[in-house]
Every structure is written in structure tokens, then in C-alpha cells.
């Protein structure tokens, strides 16, 4: 017995030396993958180009198309999809001939000093899914036989999920080389459909079904009031939305989800579209009577502030901001013109959302109630607008350059000045 309790007690120091050998090779200090580029309004012009050639919308079941995405743009795409996750992450993938280097980075979670897991691995493209040629996890090299049972694991996970299912349904292969990757796909005449489930759960459309029907509760009770039609002041209707996020967040539903959800009804109800343009069942809920929404007086503003706010939850702030700088741009070649104070509203918007995400009950405890519109929204009434291209270029030298930045700096200013988004 006593050898016996010997081998016993031999083997389990073996075993949790290994598992300290292995954990201190696969875990290192410093992520292999910088943080990633931020996204530009270029960027932005290239995906709205990219969006309008591949409208989901419009091919017929059983249409075939190949696109192909630069490498840039897969790497901004895989790192706002990382900054979804709860512990920072990002990625870099590099390719080459039929060949793909992807390295990622995510900090351990709940560590108590920075502690980084690694991936470094190279893909080969193949008939079907690409193979993996080499794994590495910090400096801990993976067998070929470990990497191939963690690629079919993975497979079999993705598969399993509703995503996976649409994406195994559609794609039909994929082309590795220098400098971008081909995706060959068939579009069904269920996919439109599916792709709205992927981007809106049932779970997520039951939530936002509660904001909604909130919604129509008050725009009756402005009718009946006598005030259909009329427009009515984001102030106004955020205490009652925020209070039903307050509710259910004390009901155990998550707090950040509940404050998107009531942000993304009021952005689709002010831009005039509606949940409807998201969430197909929505046709058949109450709809809220048409009311104006309006932040000092004019009824833009609200569509900078609660877009903004609603991909700064989503994408982070880097990303809202960029959205703003593009429209404006855009604006100021043939639109209204470069309106500053409209990227006061985008910037007030981006604080809100971060807010919205990182602090999310105290967020609705204050909306909950009251804010006035200077209490979330600086006045910006003496700011440029209308510019357009020529004469934006002419006095401020175009994005970036000193005098734009200047004026950025004016609006950061004015939004530090606000109790509500004090770092």
C-alpha cells in the first residue's frame, strides 16, 4: 500500500508538472498581434462599394457568385468581430498562394497579472475548408495529429450553429492568394431570411419586441393627447424606455443587451424605418404611430446620436466615429455638406454607447430619469455645417489635418464639459 500511495503520489506531481510546463509554454507575456488598425473613412467607402455590388437582397435562388476580399479588409472585419468578445483580442492574417499565416491574440481572462494566449497557424487552401499545416499556442508547437482533431472539433461546433449551418449551406469553396481570399457561394432562396436569424436571434427579437410594444404604448398615448404627428423630443422618450431597461435588468435579463436594445428601437423608429427593416416578424407586432423624434429642434440629430451610439456597442468607438467622418464626407461631395456639429452628434452618441456598454446601470438609472438635451448633448448650434467638398478643403484642409483636428478637439471639449460623459 505504501508503494502503491508512492506511484499514486509521483504521478500526480508528474501530471501537474506537465500541466505547468505546457501552461507556461502555451501562455506568454505580451500578445503576438498588435492592436489592430483602426478603421478609416477609405475603409468605409470600400465596404459600402463592396455592400452595394453584394446586396443580399437582390439575387435569385440559385444565383452563384465569387467575391473577392482583400486582405486589409478581412483583417478589419476579423478585428471588429474580436472586439465583441469580453477580453481584448485581435488578429492578423497574412496571404500568400494558396496559403494563409493567421496569428491571434487574447488576453487570459480573469488573470490576475497580463497573461496572453497566442495562436500562430498556417492554412492550406483546399477543395473544401482550409487545412491546417502548422500550430503553435505560445511556444508550445501542436502535433499534426492534436491540430487535426482540434480543426474537425471546431468544424463540428461551427456546423452545430445556426450560423455555421448557413454559411455550410452557401459556401462552396474557398481561393487563398497573395493579397486576398475568394469566396465561391450559392445564394438559396431561403438565405435573405436566414441571414436576418443570424443577425437577430429569436431570443434578441423577443427583447427587442419589448421595446417595441413600449414604443407603441407611448406613441398612443401622444395621440391621444392630441399630439399624433407631431414630433417629440429624444429626452422625452428616453426616461420611459430606459425605466423598462431598468425593469428588466432588475428581472436578471443583461443589462448592456437591454441598453442596446432600447437605443436600436429608437435609432430604426427615428430614421423612419422601423424594426421592420431588421426583424421580418416585426410586421406583425404593434407598430408605433409615426413620431417625429428631435434633439434641439431638429429631427437629424437623434439618427447621429442613437446610430452612433448603437455601433459604438457593437463595434467600439473607433468604428462610430469613422461611420460619422465617411458620412460627412460623403455629405460634402454632393449631399447636405460637411456638417461638424452632425459629428458632434456622432461623438455624443459614441460616448453614450460606450457608456451604454461599460456602465450600463448607471446609464439607465440616470436616463431612467431625466436628462435634458444639454445633459447628454452639448449645444452646437455655432459650428460649421453644409460645407461643401471645395470649401471644407479650402478652411480646414480635409480629415486629419491641423484646423479639422482643431475643430475636433472644440467638440471633445464641449463633451468633457457634460457630467454625463466626465472620464
Known sequence: MTLLFRILSWAVAALTLAVLLVLSLALQRAP???PAAVVNAADLARANAF???NDPR?????????FALPERDLNLLLNQLAQRLPWPSSTQVDLGAGTARVRASMALPHSPVALWINLDAVLLETPGLPAVERLRIGNLPVPGWAALALRRYLVARVNASTEGRLAHDIIKSVAISPGQIGLHYEWL??????????????????????YSDRLADLSEQFATAGLQGRS????????PMFELARQRTAAGFEAASENRAALLTLALHASGRGLRALVPAAKAWRQPRFMPVTLYGRDDFPQHLLISAVIAIEGGGPLADAIGVYKEVADSQGGSGFSFND???????????????????????KLAAGLQESQFMPDVSDLPEFLREADFKKTYGGVDAPAYRQMLDNIERRLDAIALFEK
Open 32 to 34: 503576438l498581434v498588435a
Open 51 to 53: 455592400l452595394r455590388s
Open 58 to 66: 437582390l439575387p435569385r435562388p440559385g444565383t452563384q457568385r465569387t
Open 189 to 210: 432562396g431561403d438565405t435573405y431570411q436566414r441571414l436576418l436569424g443570424v443577425m437577430v436571434p429569436q431570443a434578441e427579437q423577443q427583447q427587442l419586441k419589448a
Open 232 to 239: 417629440v423630443a429624444l429626452a422625452q422618450l428616453f426616461p
Open 343 to 365: 459629428i458632434a452628434a456622432d461623438r455624443a452618441g459614441t460616448r453614450l454607447g460606450l457608456l451604454a456598454k461599460t456602465a450600463p446601470t448607471q446609464l439607465q438609472a
